[in-house]
């Protein structure tokens, strides 16, 4: 019940009849891990498969950053070395990414070493060497508006390989 007025002006001295369309969408208020203080845990034992989420009503991340509408998870590495493997999917997944942080300060992100890119899956997203133990946040991001998902994460067990420097937290 709220009226809203808009001004219709012609460009240089153009003028006469147009038509105008207006749509609304209904409001999808944020989701509660939309922000990186609530991230949703993903905990073992590992693998964990079938978790469900949604970008839909997400509201900006990083700004100045990532500057895109994404949730926010949370893992617990055990070990002193960890390997981490995500499959995600998606039935609206045409762009996106998974950026890995050692804190919620939007800072020395990590990305995945390497991936499959198959509509609609990404698979086998893996980050290698990644110390710990510790807590680490990743943000997921599916191009565009709001989309629901499905994710799977795997932790696993390794040592630093011979020729790599694990990033510094």
Same mark, same amino acid.
């Given at each position: &019940?709220?009226? %809203?007025?808009?001004?219709?002006?012609? !460009?240089?001295? $153009? =003028?006469?009849?147009? +038509?105008? @369309?207006?749509?609304?969408?209904?409001?999808?208020?944020?989701? #509660?891990?939309?922000?990186?203080?609530? #991230? +949703?845990?993903?905990? &073992?034992?590992?693998?964990?498969?079938?978790?469900?989420?949604?970008?839909?009503?997400?509201?900006?991340?990083?700004?100045? !950053?990532?500057? @895109?509408? &994404?949730?926010?998870?949370? *893992?617990?590495?055990?070990?002193? !070395?960890?390997?981490?493997?995500?499959?995600?999917?998606?039935? $609206?997944? @045409?762009? &996106?990414? *998974? =950026?890995?942080?050692?804190?919620?300060?939007?800072?020395?992100?990590? %990305?995945?070493?390497?991936?499959?890119? #198959?509509?609609?899956?990404?698979?086998?997203? +893996?980050?290698?060497? *990644?110390?710990?133990? /510790?807590? *680490?946040? %990743?943000?997921?991001?599916?191009?565009?508006?709001?989309?629901?998902?499905?994710?799977?994460?795997? =932790?696993?067990?390794?040592?630093?390989? #011979?020729?790599? /420097?694990?990033? $510094?937290?």
């Amino acid at each position: &019940g709220i009226d %809203y007025y808009v001004l219709v002006h012609g !460009f240089s001295s $153009s =003028v006469g009849d147009f +038509t105008m @369309t207006i749509t609304c969408s209904p409001y999808v208020p944020p989701p #509660a891990n939309d922000d990186c203080a609530n #991230a +949703t845990p993903v905990t &073992g034992p590992y693998p964990v498969t079938g978790i469900i989420g949604s970008t839909a009503g997400a509201t900006m991340d990083c700004s100045g !950053f990532l500057n @895109t509408n &994404g949730v926010w998870y949370s *893992i617990n590495l055990p070990y002193a !070395f960890n390997k981490v493997i995500i499959d995600l999917c998606s039935p $609206s997944l @045409t762009d &996106g990414y *998974i =950026v890995m942080f050692p804190d919620c300060s939007c800072s020395l992100p990590w %990305y995945a070493n390497s991936w499959l890119f #198959a509509p609609p899956c990404v698979t086998d997203l +893996t980050w290698n060497e *990644i110390p710990g133990p /510790t807590t *680490i946040y %990743y943000n997921v991001w599916l191009g565009g508006a709001g989309a629901d998902f499905t994710m799977d994460v795997d =932790v696993q067990g390794g040592s630093p390989a #011979a020729n790599i /420097t694990p990033p $510094s937290f």
